[in-house]
T-cell receptor, first 112, second 117 residues
Framework: GENVEQHPSTLSVQEGDSAVIKCTYS??????FPWYKQELGKGPQLIID?????GEKKDQRIAVTLNKTAKHFSLHITETQPEDSAVYFC???????????FGTGTRLQVFP | SAVISQKPSRDICQRGTSLTIQCQVD?????MFWYRQQPGQSLTLIAT?????????ESGFVIDKFPISRPNLTFSTLTVSNMSPEDSSIYLC??????????????FGEGSRLTVL
């Protein structure tokens, strides 16, 4: 079955700096890769996703890149702000949201 | 977007008891899922709650331990049976909901934090 690894487990950056979180997956049949942000005491919220037919997607300060050959995808946050502090999860699945397999999470801290 | 309400938001339970978690969605959805998030860990899919039929369980989860109901397209329950301290987790209800320009997005409830003593 699918296995998703995520690095780093914790990440501390200064406000205004960029943050990069990386994930690798094992199943070459996976074609949907969402990223979720989970704030303390809340459920995860989708922030961006990418499908296997594109290599990059951007939404304001957030971007995701996908390398299907290497089976890895990354989340890039630019101009970080304190409110970006949260736990971020990557995930992968064969089709849409069916049986999403989540990474282990990255705790991002943005210091003012 | 879909608005998901979960009850209870948190509870402290005694070993050996059972607790039922309710999940209410503000619109009809076909796909509903239950996830478990152990303390400081990632999310693991327990089962897919199918309307009008039995839930589909993932490896490592069984119906006797986690019975699920799905009486209609807006509601589901998950019961954690015969609880032990190892069942202390956040249990999350989620639904797949179509969004503009997207074939489907997974929305999560706020979660139900269970502590078993």
């Amino acid at each position: 079955g699918e296995n998703v690894e995520q690095h780093p487990s914790t990440l501390s950056v200064q406000e205004g700096d960029s943050a990069v979180i990386k994930c690798t997956y094992s199943d070459s049949a996976s074609n949907y890769f969402p990223w979720y942000k989970q704030e303390l005491g809340k459920g995860p919220q989708l922030i961006i996703d990418i499908r296997s037919n594109v290599g990059e997607k951007k939404d304001q300060r957030i971007a995701v890149t996908l390398n299907k050959t290497a089976k890895h995808f990354s989340l890039h946050i630019t101009e970080t702000q304190p409110e970006d502090s949260a736990v971020y999860f990557c995930a992968a699945s064969h089709f849409n949201t069916d049986k999403l397999i989540f990474g282990t999470g990255t705790r991002l801290q943005v210091f003012p | 977007s879909a608005v998901i309400s979960q009850k209870p938001s948190r509870d402290i339970c005694q070993r050996g008891t059972s607790l039922t978690i309710q999940c209410q969605v503000d619109s009809q959805v076909t796909m509903m899922f239950w996830y478990r998030q152990q303390p400081g860990q990632s999310l693991t899919l327990i089962a897919t709650a199918n309307q009008g039929s039995e839930a589909t369980y993932e490896s490592g989860f069984v119906i006797d331990k986690f019975p699920i109901s799905r009486p209609n397209l807006t509601f589901s329950t998950l019961t954690v049976s015969n609880m032990s301290p190892e069942d202390s987790s956040i249990y999350l209800c989620s639904v797949e909901y179509p969004t503009e320009g997207n074939t489907g997005e997974l929305f999560f409830g706020e979660g139900s934090r269970l502590t078993v003593l």
